[in-house]
């Protein structure tokens, strides 16, 4: 079945720091692929999606590129900051029984110290 | 456009108890998904609602059920409770068609049995 790897957490960065958080997966089609972003005591918020191969997803400074090759979905951030700590879940989707259900990687938690 | 709320936002119940749980989508999302959160297990799928049926289900118990309305509101029930059953149930609402079908989470509710 379909899976989502994530690296293990937690990651803690300076602030203006480069941010890297690895996602692989494991599909039988052809996915679409998200990063959700999970602030403290609040539900899960999209951050950026792609649909197809070499599609990049951007938002708040943040990127992903959708890697068929690697099969990969790295989160990529030039400069942190203090309020980028949270928790970022990649997660991929593709059809199965008429959904669109996604499959979730563990989580990798951010600390972004000033 | 409002979000997706979720009431009640904490509940603390003694096990054997039952619990219900609500979830109002962003209007004109026909699909309610249901995750169970905790740090052990991280994100699992309970089941999908589109337009009143159940579409989709994870791999929980009996005790786990749901019901959809036909104004795409959702709830979820959990009889019989036990300590396990503590986490954050998080809602979230979608169009129900795609691809992508981006999931719009709500806060959660937040769970503990006694």
């Known amino acids: 079945g379909d899976s989502v790897t994530q690296m293990e957490g937690p990651v803690t960065l300076s602030e203006e720091a480069f941010l890297t958080i690895n996602c692989t997966y494991t599909?039988?089609?052809?996915?679409?692929l998200f990063w959700y972003v999970q602030y403290p005591g609040e539900g899960l918020q999209l951050l950026l999606k792609?649909?197809?191969?070499?599609d990049k997803g951007s938002n708040k400074g943040f990127e992903a590129t959708y890697r068929k090759e690697t099969t990969s979905f790295h989160l990529e951030k030039g400069s942190v900051q203090v309020s980028d700590s949270a928790v970022y879940f990649c997660?991929?989707?593709?059809?199965?029984?008429?959904?669109?259900?996604?499959?979730f990687g563990r989580g990798t938690s951010l600390i972004v110290h000033p | 456009k409002a979000g997706v709320t979720q009431t009640p936002r904490y509940l603390i119940k003694t096990r054997g108890q039952q619990v219900t749980l609500s979830c109002s989508p962003i209007?004109?999302?026909?699909?309610v998904s249901w995750y169970q959160q905790t740090p052990g297990q991280g994100l699992q799928f309970l089941f999908e609602?589109?337009?009143?049926?159940?579409?989709n289900k994870g791999n929980f118990p009996g005790r786990f059920s749901g019901r959809q309305f036909s104004n795409s509101r959702s709830e979820m029930n959990v009889s019989t409770l036990e300590l396990g059953d503590s986490a954050l149930y998080l809602c979230?609402?979608?169009?129900?068609?795609?691809?992508?079908?981006?999931?719009?989470f709500g806060p959660g509710t937040r769970l503990t049995v006694l």
């Open positions: 979230a609402s979608s169009q129900g068609q795609g691809p992508p079908d981006t999931q719009y």
């Open positions: 599909a039988t089609g052809y996915p679409s």
């Open positions: 792609a649909t197809k191969a070499d």
């Open positions: 997660a991929l989707s593709e059809r199965s029984g008429g959904s669109y259900i996604p499959t």
């Open positions: 209007s004109g999302h026909r699909s």
């Open positions: 609602y589109f337009s009143e049926t159940q579409r």
